[in-house]
């Protein structure tokens, strides 16, 4: 253990051939002058790369809840974290508190079993439970505790490899200028011999707290408490990040707690005065009020700061090393205010927007969607240059894949595609929200029906795909849902004046925020945490983001596939003609949608027929890969290369023979390697096809037809939204039922349900009323 009283002057030569900066001598005031390394993070996503690292724990991270002990498990989490970014090649420092509060439960044990013994051979044991414990001096409990706290935390670094130094400092070691050369030379040294110095404040010798007169700007900090002395500290070492955990997950606009309290995901300098600081936590000295200013300081010193709860179960686990990730966690201080709205703001336009949209007309809503479907032709020209910017930095970078940079393509005919099925979507909306689905008398004069209602807001999150954004738009808009959009960083430029033409349409009926593109440089984890903003997910793109999706959304149903794994199952009795025109248009005429077929399913008998020939030869002229199943290797001499597994989404000119006994077989190998997507038999056997259209369990089973039919245009239902492998709610193309839900409206006059009791005035009739007439339109 080093005290910093103790402290010789060993590093100073080194000192004197370093970059010294110049500190005022004004006592208890230090203004850096320079900073060489540079300026704080202006991002989140900077933070990752953070190289010298401060964390800072308080009173209540390090204690139990019940005060009776530490925390051992929180600790050796936060062990565990601050080891693992040490070995990862930072430099990490922690400030912690724990001293006093463990010292006063070492004390009090002590009293109690001193005060038991007297007690009992004074008084007797009846007596034991009216003792008292007297109020414990703060110097006395550090002394007691900070042997105990260092000898804790040595142990744990050390089931990591990793050696811990102890530093005390006070006030007056940063008020003399030799001590502090001290302390910032022991730092230093320690830093480069990949030892973690554990800093605190000497509670045993540390006089009385002072008033925070000196806290009243951020230019000047004493160290009167942990929170100042990480934010010194921070500010001295030239560190890249200070995170500073406490009780609390963040800094709030009103008290935490309060109904209204939300919290502050990224705080700048002057925004105090819209902040309300609530009560300090319930051990330790420091105050949410100096933690604020305590960061604000670091911040202007050059220092990255985040607040964050270090005592939630369910994030304390790896809160420090989501923080140095990037993710959203806490309050991020920032010097850097971003133009546009937050994401969280965004999701309440979108909320806000969508309830008026869901009040409007049903013409209104059709008016709107006319109104892109025109702009989408009359804007055609600006459109297809911002996308041809997309393409030229996409193909300039060489990141993305030739299926990828399919999807990301824009073109005339697929514009006035769009258009065309927006109309669609227009003519059909007519009726969507507000629809009476069910009509029940429940008594004299007590009606019930049930009527469809948006959803809420929806979050889309689609891969290189610019005609996914005015199709979903259309979608939202017909169903009267708000809409979040996050679209890739590749397809930027489209996405922008693709945005701004759905908002055009929007402002004609007021309504223009009710759809928003997110243009922060948020991660899709973090929007899926959104669980009290967002009601619905819908990921467009790769297996791989779908997954990620359904993985990180915590508490918002997610509606989508995973994976595209179609078959084609070609029957003995399957028409010559038939086989390779679907064969054929399910494979190649766009082998990168989710659609495609992947998996080409022969009966046996068919194998070494001129059917079978035709087949292949077929494959080879339209230049598809094929890999041979395991059953159909056998029966080859020279067999294509063997699959390495039988569920496989290829997105290419690729795809999997294999060779199955019968449509049982058939049936069996779609639902163990299929993915409930789409799967088509090609037969002249009407009993056989019914048996594979009844059997086969995905979302689309078609007879004599294209894997391709499998979307929401397709099938007249103007656009999807996506394509749906799930059992509950929607399933397949999604289109604008998918996106609606219900409500139940009762009317009565006077009712109570005590009238309907065995000696009640009422009885129940549920009588099942006529449903009110459609628009014919």
């Not at 850096?32 to 953070?50: N, V, Y």
């Not at 209204?260 to 609530?278: E, H, M, N, W």
């Not at 399913?601 to 339209?622: A, C, K, N, S, W």
Request: glycine letters at 6%.
């Amino acid at each position: 253990r080093i005290d910093q009283n103790r402290i010789v002057n060993l590093p100073c030569q080194r000192l004197r051939n370093e970059s010294i900066r110049c500190w005022s001598n004004i006592p208890f005031i230090t203004v850096p002058l320079s900073r060489a390394h540079g300026k704080s993070f202006a991002h989140r996503s900077e933070l990752k790369h953070a190289k010298r690292i401060v964390v800072k724990l308080g009173s209540a991270v390090v204690t139990r809840g019940d005060e009776c002990g530490l925390a051992l498990g929180r600790l050796a989490s936060i062990v565990e974290q601050v080891s693992m970014l040490q070995n990862q090649g930072r430099e990490m420092m922690i400030v912690t508190s724990g001293a006093v509060a463990f010292g006063k439960q070492r004390l009090r044990h002590e009293i109690l079993l001193s005060q038991s013994v007297r007690q009992a051979l004074h008084s007797g044991q009846s007596q034991l439970k009216d003792m008292a414990i007297p109020v414990l001096e703060a110097r006395a409990c550090a002394a007691a505790g900070q042997s105990g706290l260092m000898a804790l935390y040595e142990a744990m670094f050390t089931q990591y490899s990793i050696c811990a130094a102890q530093i005390l400092v006070t006030n007056l070691d940063f008020h003399d200028e030799q001590k502090r050369r001290n302390l910032n030379g022991t730092l230093h040294e320690l830093l480069r011999m990949n030892i973690v110095p554990i800093i605190n404040t000497n509670d045993a010798v540390v006089p009385p707290p002072e008033p925070n007169s000196d806290l009243q700007g951020v230019n000047v900090i004493s160290v009167k408490d942990n929170d100042s002395l990480a934010a010194r500290l921070a500010v001295e070492m030239k560190t890249d990040l200070l995170i500073v955990l406490s009780d609390v997950e963040g800094l709030f606009d009103s008290p935490p707690g309060s109904d209204d309290a939300k919290l502050i995901d990224i705080f700048y300098p002057g925004d105090q005065q819209s902040v309300t600081f609530g009560t300090k936590s319930r051990v330790g000295m420091g105050g949410m009020e100096a933690k604020v200013k305590a960061a604000l300081w670091a911040l202007q010193g050059g220092t990255s700061v985040v607040i964050a709860n270090g005592t939630h179960p369910k994030i304390s686990g790896h809160v420090i090393t989501d923080i140095v990730e990037g993710k959203k966690v806490g309050t991020f201080f920032s010097e850097v205010k971003p133009a546009g709205p937050t994401v969280e703001q965004q999701a309440e336009m979108a909320r806000a927007g969508g309830r008026t949209l869901a009040a409007l007309q049903p013409e209104q809503r059709a008016e709107i969607i006319y109104r892109l479907a025109d702009l989408l032709t009359d804007q055609r020209e600006e459109i297809l240059l911002a996308n041809k910017k997309d393409l030229e930095e996409a193909e300039n970078k060489g990141r993305l894949a030739l299926p990828l940079l399919k999807r990301l393509s824009l073109s005339t005919s697929k514009l006035n595609s769009l258009a065309i099925g927006l109309r669609q979507i227009a003519a059909s909306s007519q009726d969507s929200v507000g629809r009476v689905i069910r009509r029940t008398r429940i008594a004299k004069d007590l009606d019930l029906e049930q009527v469809t209602v948006p959803i809420g807001v929806l979050l889309v999150i689609f891969e290189s795909r610019p005609d996914c954004l005015p199709q979903v738009s259309a979608l939202a808009i017909a169903s009267g849902n708000g809409l979040l959009l996050k679209g890739g960083k590749e397809a930027a430029h489209s996405n922008q004046i693709l945005h701004h033409l759905t908002q055009e349409a929007l402002s004609i009926h007021g309504v223009r925020d009710a759809v928003q593109l997110v243009n922060t440089r948020e991660e899709v984890e973090d929007l899926c945490r959104l669980d009290k903003l967002i009601d619905l997910i819908i990921p467009r793109g790769s297996s791989q983001l779908v997954r990620n999706i359904q993985k990180a959304a915590k508490g918002i149903p997610v509606m989508g596939h995973s994976e595209g794994i179609c078959h084609v199952y070609v029957d003995t009795d399957a028409s010559v003609e038939k086989v390779t025109r679907i064969i054929r248009d399910s494979k190649c005429e766009y082998p990168a949608a989710c659609n495609a077929l992947e998996t080409l399913l022969i009966h046996r008998d068919l194998l070494r027929t001129p059917l079978f020939d035709q087949i292949i030869d077929m494959l080879r002229v339209e230049q598809v890969k094929i890999h041979a199943g395991p059953k159909f290797a056998s029966y080859l001499t020279f067999s294509p290369s063997e699959v390495k597994s039988l569920r496989i989404e290829y997105g290419d000119l690729e795809c999997c023979i294999e060779v199955v006994d019968s449509v049982q077989e058939a049936v069996e190998h779609i639902h163990k390697y299929g993915s409930s997507h789409t799967d088509v038999i090609i037969t002249e056997n009407e009993k056989t096809a019914e048996f594979f259209l009844q059997h086969v369990d995905s979302a689309c089973v078609f007879w004599n037809a294209s894997t391709r039919f499998s979307d929401g245009y397709r099938f007249g239902l103007g656009a999807e939204v996506g394509i749906s492998t799930s059992r509950i709610h929607a399933r397949g193309p999604v289109g604008i039922e998918g996106l609606l839900t219900t409500k139940w409206l009762l009317r009565g006059d006077n009712h109570v349900v005590s009238d309907f009791s065995e000696h009640g005035s009422m009885k129940y009739l549920h009588e099942s009323l006529p449903l009110p007439q459609r628009n014919a339109n």
